[in-house]
């Protein structure tokens, strides 16, 4: 499948099968498809069950082992709120599940603006914004530009191998209580040795040290001194007061792009 819109739609799992009623995996999951546009939906309430609670998981399998052309790219993730959910999303290059099973790989996957709310173990899960596997070295062109998040332990886990073209620019996250994390390495060490040629830069990463990551980037003690709007009312706007006001590396603020946002989802979930 090719050419896909998905817009203005509202993902959810009732909160009535939570913890256990049903058997219940993710909010979105891509096998294959190319040149696919997601906008302006919210997904919402994804925990650990079936799966480990991601609410997006992005790769490409050849299922049954019948689709060796099966193939996931080309994909752009934009003003979307996701929240409430044990992990954000996982980008796999295959499917590791089974090897034998040959496939294309993942590439050029693209996040613009979106909201990142409660990803947290109080979900049953790991409290993973990103997760990232490439065991094969191909996964290609993963990008993340604009994006508002708050996760609880990890802002980025690299699961495996190394992630060609990774890019992530003028985004506003939590630190956590992990960073960014590889079996081998952390933080800059971690990027350094799995993401050859990689962009971190005009981010504010809450409660990181300056010294542990790139420099270009910014490092808030606290939420409260990013300078948002309203951070306890849910609005993630940066004020004018803020110190960061238009200091993205393309002269706007870093963050997602909250007014877009809320305009794109509007009564989505009414």
């Known amino acids: ?3 896909i819109e998905i817009r203005r739609n509202y993902f959810f799992k009732p909160l009535a099968w ?3 009623v049903w058997s219940i ?7 294959l498809g190319r040149r696919i546009l997601i906008q302006g939906n ?3 309430n994804s925990w650990a069950e079936s799966q480990t609670g991601f609410a997006m998981l992005i790769w490409s399998v050849n299922q049954g082992g019948t689709t060796s052309w099966a193939q996931t790219a080309d994909v752009w993730i934009r003003e979307n709120i996701i929240r409430h959910a044990a992990s954000g999303v996982m980008i796999t290059d295959f499917n590791t599940d089974h090897p034998e099973y040959p496939t294309l790989y993942t590439q050029r996957v693209r996040f613009d603006n979106n909201l990142w709310e ?6 049953g899960g790991d409290g993973r914004l990103i997760q ?3 065991g094969s070295g191909q996964l290609t062109a993963i990008k993340f530009y ?5 996760a609880e332990r990890t802002l980025i886990t690299i699961a495996s191998g190394v992630t060609q073209q990774f890019e992530f620019a003028n985004i506003i996250v939590d630190h956590g209580l992990y960073g960014i994390h590889a079996d081998d390495a952390s933080e800059q060490g971690a990027l350094d040795l799995h993401m050859p040629g990689y962009l971190f830069a005009g981010n504010a990463v809450i409660g990181g040290a300056a010294a542990s990551y790139p420099t270009g ?6 939420m409260n001194n990013v300078g948002f709007v309203n951070a306890a009312g849910g609005d993630y706007r940066l004020a004018a007061s803020s110190p960061y006001k238009n200091r993205g590396t393309d002269g706007t603020d870093p963050g997602a792009d909250i007014t877009a946002i809320l305009n794109w989802t509007n009564g989505v979930d009414q």
């Open 132 to 134: 990232v596997a490439s």
């Open 42 to 44: 919210i997904f919402e």
């Open 146 to 150: 604009h994006q508002t998040g708050f």
């Open 118 to 123: 409660d990803i947290s173990t109080s979900w």
């Open 18 to 20: 939570y913890p256990a």
């Open 217 to 222: 980037n910014f490092f808030p003690a606290t």
């Open 1 to 3: 499948p090719s050419d």
């Open 25 to 31: 995996k993710n909010l979105l999951e891509l096998k």
